[in-house]
C-alpha cells in the first residue's frame, strides 16, 4: 500500500482520512444489484443504528446518496403529516438550511429563530408548542457547525414529545465523534454523512430514527420522488438495496472506516477528539486569539475564532499559507462577526495540531500580523 500524500483537514468537513479507508475504495467491479453487495449494506445498516446505541428493533437506518443536505431535505418533506406544521429551532447556518427547505416544499413551519451565539430559549419553545397543536415536527441541529455551538436536544425532545411531537436532529457533525444515545436524548431521527465523524467519502448520507415513525409515514403526502423516506425504507427492507444506485466505493470505504471506528472505541475516540480541540484552544489563547461562543456552550469540535482588529490581518493570505503547507483552514459562518474555524474531526491527533500552529504562527509573522493578535474590544472569551 503506498502512501497518499497526508493534508490535515480543519476544515468543518470532509475530513482527514487514513490511508486504509482511502484505498478500501480500490475494489474489483461489483453491480450493486448483485447479493454479495446487498449483504453488506445489511451490516452496514446496522452499525449505523449501533453507533448512536439504538435498538435494532425499534430503530433502522436508511442510506442515500448524496451529502448532507440530503437528509435534511429528506427528514423534513417526509415526515410532516397532512395539515401540520414544523417547528423549526434556528440558531444557526444548519438550521437555516431547514427553514429553507420548509420553504422550497411550501410547507407550514414555524421558525423560532435565536442569536447565532446563544442557546434557544426552552420557555419560548414550550409556549411555541403549547400555544400551536398543529406542530407535528420539531427540528433543530445538535452542533451548529456554523459556530460549534452545541444545542440541549435532550430538553428540546423532551418537550416535542410532551406536546405529541416527533424530533428530529441533525447530527452531522456530532455523530461518531461526541458520543449520542439517541433514545436517552429523546431523539426520534439523527442524520449523518460518511464523510464527517466516521472518516470516510462523500456520497453517502443516511438517517437514523424510529421505524414506527417511518411506517405510520407511508401515507404522509409524498413531496419528492428521489428523497423519500418511506420509499426507500421500504424498498431496503423489501430487497435490502437502495432505490436507486448506491455510491458504491464510498460504501467500501464506509465500512472500513466503521471497522476502525470499533476498533478505536467511542470513548477513546472520542478523547482523541477532546484532545485535539484543546490543543487548537491552547494553540489559539497562546497566539491571544478569541471566539464567538461561551467555552461552556461549545460542542468541542468547532473553535470559531474572531479576526483580530489588525489592518495586515488578512485571512486569505493566512490560509493560502497554510494550504500549501498542507494545512486546510476554514472561513466562519457567524454573519455577525467575521471569524475562522478550526474543527477537531477527522484522522489527525495532538501532533498535526502542534505542526499546524507551526506553520499557522508562521503566517502571522510572514504577513506581519501582530502576535498576540490584538482586538479592540477589551471583553472576549
Ligand atoms: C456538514 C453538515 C451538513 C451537510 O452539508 P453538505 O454541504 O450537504 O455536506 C449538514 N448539517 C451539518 C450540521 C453539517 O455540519
Request: with cysteine; net charge negative.
Amino acid at each position: 500500500m503506498q502512501a497518499i500524500k497526508r493534508n490535515v483537514l480543519l476544515n468543518p468537513g470532509p475530513s482527514t482520512t487514513t490511508d486504509s479507508v482511502k484505498y478500501a475504495q480500490v475494489v474489483p467491479d461489483i453491480c450493486p444489484r448483485e447479493k454479495e453487495f446487498a449483504g453488506l449494506m445489511k451490516g452496514l445498516r446496522e452499525d449505523l443504528v449501533r453507533i448512536v446505541h439504538g435498538d435494532l428493533t425499534e430503530y433502522t437506518s436508511v442510506l442515500f446518496c448524496g451529502s448532507g443536505t440530503i437528509n435534511i431535505d429528506v427528514v423534513i418533506n417526509s415526515l410532516l403529516p397532512e395539515g401540520k406544521k414544523v417547528l423549526v429551532i434556528n440558531n444557526g447556518a444548519y438550521s437555516a438550511r431547514a427553514v429553507d427547505v420548509c420553504k422550497y416544499y411550501g410547507l407550514p413551519h414555524v421558525e423560532l429563530a435565536f442569536p447565532l451565539d446563544q442557546l434557544p430559549d426552552l420557555a419560548v419553545v414550550e409556549e411555541t408548542l403549547k400555544d400551536d397543536p398543529d406542530i407535528a415536527l420539531v427540528y433543530t441541529t445538535h452542533n451548529e457547525t456554523g459556530s460549534g455551538i452545541l444545542n440541549p436536544v435532550r430538553e428540546i425532545g423532551a418537550l416535542a414529545h410532551a406536546y405529541g411531537a416527533v424530533f428530529a436532529v441533525d447530527t452531522t457533525s456530532t455523530y461518531a465523534m461526541r458520543p449520542i444515545n439517541i433514545k436517552e436524548e429523546n431523539i426520534d431521527f439523527c442524520m449523518a454523512s460518511a464523510q464527517k465523524g466516521l472518516m470516510a467519502f462523500t456520497g453517502l448520507s443516511f438517517i437514523v430514527g424510529k421505524r414506527r415513525i417511518i411506517e405510520e409515514s407511508k401515507n404522509y403526502p409524498r413531496r419528492s420522488y428521489y428523497c423519500n423516506l418511506y420509499m426507500q425504507y421500504d424498498f431496503f427492507e423489501k430487497t435490502g438495496e437502495m432505490h436507486f444506485t448506491p455510491p458504491v466505493q464510498t460504501i467500501y470505504a464506509t465500512i472500513q472506516a466503521l471497522k476502525e471506528y470499533w476498533e478505536e472505541g467511542e470513548e477513546a475516540k472520542w478523547a482523541r477528539h477532546t484532545r485535539i480541540y484543546n490543543s487548537i484552544n491552547k494553540g489559539l489563547e497562546d497566539l491571544g486569539f478569541r471566539q464567538a461562543i461561551r467555552p461552556e456552550w461549545r460542542a468541542g469540535l468547532v473553535s470559531c475564532v474572531i479576526y483580530p482588529d489588525d489592518p495586515k490581518w488578512s485571512f486569505d493570505a493566512v490560509h493560502d499559507y497554510c494550504y500549501e503547507r498542507g494545512f486546510t483552514i476554514y472561513p466562519g459562518k457567524v454573519s455577525t462577526t467575521t471569524t475562522f474555524r478550526l474543527c477537531s474531526l477527522g484522522a489527525i491527533d495532538e501532533q498535526d495540531i502542534a505542526d499546524f500552529f507551526t506553520v499557522f504562527e508562521e503566517a502571522l509573522h510572514k504577513f506581519d500580523i501582530q502576535v498576540p493578535v490584538h482586538y479592540n474590544d477589551p471583553v472576549g472569551f
